[in-house]
């Protein structure tokens, strides 16, 4: 069964660093997104991302956010200067076509900023 | 005002028994869908069970089933028969409008199976 995958599973940064998530959804799907999950909390969503560009975001993904996807497979969250409160779980996800109804997750990178 | 509510942060049952999670939601659009995902500790999202709000009958999929109740606004998790396994945490979330719309998730539920 196709699956999203997620590298690395596991990041530690310094702050100020900047830090790339890397997300291969599924090679059919034409939609992405990004979540965020602090550590005890809800999940966040940050953005979506359509036909190449970021088709809603939320007030976290501010100027230290962006994403790309810059070949026919891979979508990418950059955050430029890492702060402390970036340390979260960030989950990428796809859906395919109009109609089908379920957001695939991958299984998430866990971002550590010291 | 809360999109999604779990009201029950933690939960324990025996092993074999059937277990009900509550979700509440609240929106004004007439066209949404409603997700449980579980997430081990090991940290990934399980995607469970979906439901359309246009869908006259309730999704299952296999131990699980999802109990909406439109005029509520509830979208209650049934998992039958639980097993040790089970024991995770449990989000219900929502979309508003289509189906690439974003998911609003609620704060979750731990479930702790008992052996």
């Known amino acids: ?114 | 005002a809360q999109k999604i509510t779990q009201t029950q942060p933690g939960m324990f049952v025996q092993e074999k028994e059937a277990v009900t999670l509550d979700c509440t939601y609240d929106t004004s659009d007439p066209s949404y869908g409603l997700f449980w995902y579980k997430q081990p500790s090991s940290g990934e999202m399980i995607f469970l069970i979906y439901q359309g709000s246009y869908d006259q009958q309730n999704a299952t999929e296999g131990r699980y089933s999802l109990n909406f109740q439109k005029a509520r606004k509830s979208a209650n998790l049934v998992i039958s028969a639980s097993q040790l396994g089970d024991s995770a945490m449990y989000f219900c979330a929502m979309r508003e409008g289509g189906s690439a719309s974003k998911i609003i998730f609620g704060s979750g539920t731990r479930l702790s199976i008992r052996p």
Request: charged share 20%.
């Open chain 1, 1 to 114: 069964e196709p699956e999203v995958t997620q590298t690395p599973s596991h990041q530690v940064t310094q702050m100020g660093q900047e830090v790339i998530l890397r997300c291969v959804p599924i090679s059919n799907h034409l939609y992405f997104y990004w979540y965020r999950q602090i550590l005890g909390q809800k999940v966040e969503f940050l953005v979506s991302f359509y036909n190449n560009e970021i088709s809603e975001k939320s007030e976290i993904f501010d100027d230290q956010f962006s994403v790309e996807r810059p070949d026919g497979s891979n979508f990418t969250l950059k955050i430029r200067s890492t702060k402390l409160e970036d340390s979260a779980m960030y989950f990428c996800a796809s859906i395919g076509l109009a109609g089908e109804d379920t957001q695939y997750f991958g299984p998430g990178t866990r971002l550590t900023v010291l």
